[in-house]
Nanobody, 127 residues
């Protein structure tokens, strides 16, 4: 069982930056691929970014590539999402998720494969 708690959301002007954090409970954090997803009102949940168990590989949605950076600190059981050059269309509730996977160097952008989810943190970007 893994519990995930996101933090760092808030209100920011377009062009600004935010850093989201997701702290995981338990001692097996390095066993999980970690991902960030987001959901805007009236829209389906969408993939944002993912990072492999050892941090060697990352993946991004085209809409955030070059602006967002995912990273992890396995010693702190925490995954981060640095968001720069924010746009109003980035407004959404952001969720982190954990996918238990025996393979290293692998990411996953398919939400249904993730085993655990946080409660989300709201990001609002004003124009």
């Amino acid at each position: 069982q893994v519990q995930l708690v996101e933090s760092g959301g808030g209100l920011v002007q377009a062009g600004g930056s935010l850093r989201l954090s997701c702290a995981a409970s338990g001692r097996t954090f390095s066993s999980y691929i970690m991902g960030w997803f987001r959901q805007a009102p009236g829209k389906e949940r969408e993939f944002v970014a993912a990072i492999s168990r050892d941090g060697s590989r990352t993946a991004y949605a085209d809409s955030v590539k070059g602006r967002f950076t995912i990273s992890r600190d396995n010693a702190k059981s925490t995954v981060y999402l640095q968001m720069n050059s924010l746009k109003p269309e980035d407004t959404a509730n952001y969720y982190c998720a954990a996918n238990r996977d025996a393979r290293t160097g692998v990411t996953n952008d398919y939400a249904k494969l993730y085993d655990y989810w946080g409660q989300g943190t709201q990001v609002t970007v004003s124009s």
